[in-house]
C-alpha cells in the first residue's frame, strides 16, 4: 500500500511541474479541430455523392 501512496505523491508533484495551456488556447484549438473535422467532413461527403452517381450511371447504362 506504501508504494501506491509514494507513486501518487509522486504523481502529484510532477503534476505541478506542467505547464497548462491557458483557457483562451483550449478554446482555441477546440474551434480549430472542429472546424477542420466539418470541411473533411463535407469534403468526404460530396466525394460520396460523385461516386455514387458515377457508379450509378455506369451501372444503368
Known amino acids: 500500500m506504501k508504494k501506491y501512496i509514494n507513486f501518487l505523491k ?3 508533484e510532477e503534476l505541478k511541474k506542467v505547464t497548462w495551456p ?6 482555441t484549438a477546440t474551434a480549430a479541430v472542429i472546424v477542420f473535422t466539418l470541411i473533411v467532413a463535407v ?3 460530396s466525394l460520396d455523392l460523385i461516386f455514387a452517381k458515377v457508379i450509378t450511371f455506369i451501372l444503368e447504362r
Do not use: D, Q
Request: net charge neutral.
Open 22 to 27: 491557458s483557457s483562451n488556447l483550449v478554446k
Open 43 to 45: 469534403y468526404l461527403w
Open 10 to 12: 509522486e504523481v502529484y
